[in-house]
């Protein structure tokens, strides 16, 4: 059905607005029906703990209900076959139609759904049927709803429908569908949007990986892996609820900026209360604060995975050969643990590799067990107020505190970096010389309590840490960005997924960071996951051919292995110009913007960022940083434009971009995959990939 069908066409629309009117009531049904559920909760009989427990979750579901984002309830629709030979294939959908949308709506609970979450088995159909597979499906819908809509049935502008059953062989789904064409290219202003309604099917399958399965994303530009990942994590939340909940489910991004622009795609998919945050804010948690900043050659080091040995050899270092029997007053007897049996006590806790703290607590407990074995041959069982106080006499303690002694993870490494030789000692073969000098302290500090930590130094410390006591796991992380990792940032992933799994998305062309991902394998293998499947994105729906064409010219100069992208989408504008004045043409540039839709990112080196947001402070151009997510024209540095998508893109000074940091052609790289419908390159200076 088509807008030529005009008659056909408005009935259909008729129909399809009033259904959703329809499900607007029973939506409000259901927000109404939470908020009751929770003051009959109030009264429930239960114990008080598991009333707590129940209340808790009624008032968390009234919650997430209430903050569901006012949008479309449904974005597509699905006919199966009633008859033919499409109707076996259908099996008990024969003969039904579903509409599919972001959030299940009912009338009633045990009442058939008035539409269908899109995470649920029967909706994959919409996303995977076709003609060479049409899965039962006779027809498959899609509803074009105004830009923006806030949900009223009056902005449901148009609809599609495409026959399956019996019709011919795809097209790929941006040329066949203008309503999924124009939802992919709409201009944006603001945080990132859900893709619900324009999930293909390559990105489908990855989407549904199962819960166990850890996976990689390599994706180019504008192939929606961070999407991927995100709705991911509302598909196992949905179809795991209990398992990932109760595990819990992180999504880690490279900076606060880029978490901010994604931080209402799963709200708008209806799960909330998933933790956002960056590798560095998870080891602040338990960290002391930046107050120190490395050079190049340090933060080289101390990301280097061979730092973990380093740190390992200093802890258990600590651990020394015990100097003294245990002897144990008990009344008028006295117990003794002979020195020999204490030694092998504690080689065979070091063979085990338990944690260190854990390790510390088996010493004492053998220790006791030896005493408490010469008690029982001697008088017959003994109770547990016995055994506390053996373990607490003071000579057991000396031996655990000489021998396994207790340590902080600030105390350990202020050490190693205080002293050459006790460093020399731990990085004998792993470091050589001039790295142990790069990492040493000129001026150590008196003490740990009053050493400056760098960010470098809260990951060796989260390490240290991690040898102590294992900390806490989630059951799934989705990792963004991940090529920007390094080894030692790898590890503080893997150990809070040591029981879970990992959906790690990145893409090795964008890697800036001095110690970014040149493969994936090394990778995987410091997140713990080295058999996790690596599956490349290389079409991409939102970055034009033009745009594409010319980042794959960067790309060639890059020391990847990448495969060059593909662009479905053949609209767009590139310019480039050489001008006399950057600044100046920036402003024009931004001018001419704003006469067309969509928001406008102006990208620059981070040197010259200051000079030009005053250039066109200076001419009246009104703009923002990138963390107003709302603002018409942005003005930002090229370190944080990865990862944000604008309309229009103006890059300022490719040369000065290429030329600011060790890996700039990289960011350059990734400066020029940022717009998603118009770029503007103006240079005063050679081009970096015409050099």
């Known amino acids: 059905m088509t807008p030529s069908d005009s008659g056909p066409l408005e009935a259909a629309l008729a129909v399809e607005r009033r259904y959703h009117d329809t499900c607007r009531t029973a939506l409000t049904g259901m927000v109404d029906g939470a908020e009751e559920q929770v003051v009959r909760g109030a009264d429930v009989s239960a114990s008080g703990a598991d009333a707590e427990v129940l209340g808790y979750q009624f008032r968390s579901h009234a919650k997430a209900m209430r903050e569901l984002p006012e949008a479309p309830l449904f974005f597509g629709r699905l006919d199966f076959a009633a008859d033919g030979d499409e109707a076996a ?3 008990d ?4 139609s579903y509409h599919i949308g972001r959030l299940r709506i009912t009338e009633h609970p045990s009442a058939p759904p008035l539409v269908v979450d899109w995470r649920a088995p029967v909706s994959r159909a919409f996303y995977q ?3 060479r597979d049409p899965q039962g499906v006779a027809v498959r819908r899609r509803f074009g709803w105004a830009p923006g809509s806030k949900g009223e049935s009056a902005d449901l502008t148009g609809l599609e429908d495409e026959p399956l059953a019996g019709g011919t062989p795809n097209t790929p789904p941006s040329q066949g569908s203008r309503i999924l064409a124009g939802e992919i290219e709409r201009p944006r202003v603001g945080p990132m949007r859900d893709i619900a309604a324009t999930i293909q099917p390559e990105q489908d399958d990855l989407v549904r990986g199962e819960l166990t399965a850890s996976v990689c994303v390599q994706g180019a530009p504008g192939t929606g892996k961070t999407a991927v990942g995100l709705h991911r994590a509302a598909y196992l939340l949905y179809t795991h609820p209990q398992r ?4 819990g ?13 994604i931080a209402e795609v799963l709200p708008s998919l209806g799960e909330t209360g998933v933790r956002q945050s960056t590798v560095a804010d998870e080891i602040a948690r338990s960290a002391a604060p930046v107050r120190a900043r490395d050079d190049e050659a340090a933060a080289r080091v101390k990301h280097d995975a061979r730092m973990a040995a380093v740190l390992r050899r200093a802890l258990y270092s600590r651990v020394a050969a015990p100097t003294d029997s245990i002897a144990v007053p008990d009344g008028s007897y006295t117990w003794r643990v002979a020195l020999d049996d204490l030694e092998r006590i504690i080689a065979d806790v070091r063979a085990e590799e338990p944690p260190y703290a854990v390790g510390r607590e088996r010493v004492r407990t053998r220790a006791v067990r030896h005493i408490q074995d010469q008690a029982e041959r001697r008088a017959g069982a003994v109770n547990n107020v016995w055994l506390q106080k053996i373990s607490r006499a003071r000579s057991v303690s000396a031996f ?11 105390e350990v490494l202020a050490a190693l970096l205080a002293d050459p030789d006790a460093l020399a000692a731990a990085a004998d073969g792993v470091l050589d010389a001039a790295e142990q000098r790069a990492i040493g302290w000129a001026k150590p500090p008196r003490s740990y309590k009053s050493a400056k930590w760098s960010a470098a130094d809260l990951v060796l410390l989260d390490e240290i840490a991690g040898l102590l006591e294992r900390p806490e796991g989630y059951g799934h992380i989705v990792v963004d960005e991940a090529q920007d990792l390094s080894p030692m940032e790898a590890r503080v992933i893997a150990r809070r997924a040591g029981f879970g799994s990992l959906t790690v998305l990145g893409d090795l062309a964008q890697g800036t960071t001095p110690w970014a991902a040149r493969g994936w394998p090394e990778l995987l293998a410091h997140l713990g996951k080295p058999d996790a499947s690596v599956t490349p994105l290389t079409v991409g729906f939102r970055v034009p051919k033009a745009v594409v064409g010319l980042a794959n010219r960067v790309l060639a100069s890059l020391d ?3 495969p060059p992208a593909r662009s479905l989408r053949t609209d767009g504008e590139l310019r480039i110009r ?4 950057v600044g100046v043409a920036a402003v024009d540039a931004v001018r001419a913007a704003l006469s067309r839709e969509g928001s406008v990112g102006v990208i620059a080196s981070d040197a010259d960022i200051d000079c030009l947001r005053e250039t066109l402070a200076v001419a009246g151009v009104e703009c923002a940083g990138p963390d107003d997510l709302g603002a018409r024209v942005t003005v930002l540095p090229a370190s944080v434009a990865k990862g944000l998508e604008y309309d229009h893109v103006v890059a300022v000074e490719p040369a000065a971009i290429a030329e600011a940091e060790s890996r700039g052609r990289h960011r350059l790289y990734v400066v020029l995959t940022r717009a998603v419908s118009r770029l503007d390159v103006l240079h005063s200076r050679p081009l970096p990939w015409e050099a």
């Open 400 to 410: 655990v505190d000489q021998a396994w002694p207790k340590v902080k993870p600030e």
């Open 129 to 131: 049927a076709g003609a």
């Open 560 to 562: 990847v292995d990448v």
């Open 578 to 581: 050489e001008v006399r004045d």
């Open 249 to 261: 489910l992180l999504i880690l991004g490279p900076n606060r900026t880029f978490l901010r622009y």
């Open 244 to 247: 990932v909940q109760r595990a």
């Open 89 to 91: 294939a259908a099996g």
């Open 93 to 96: 959908h024969r003969g039904q």
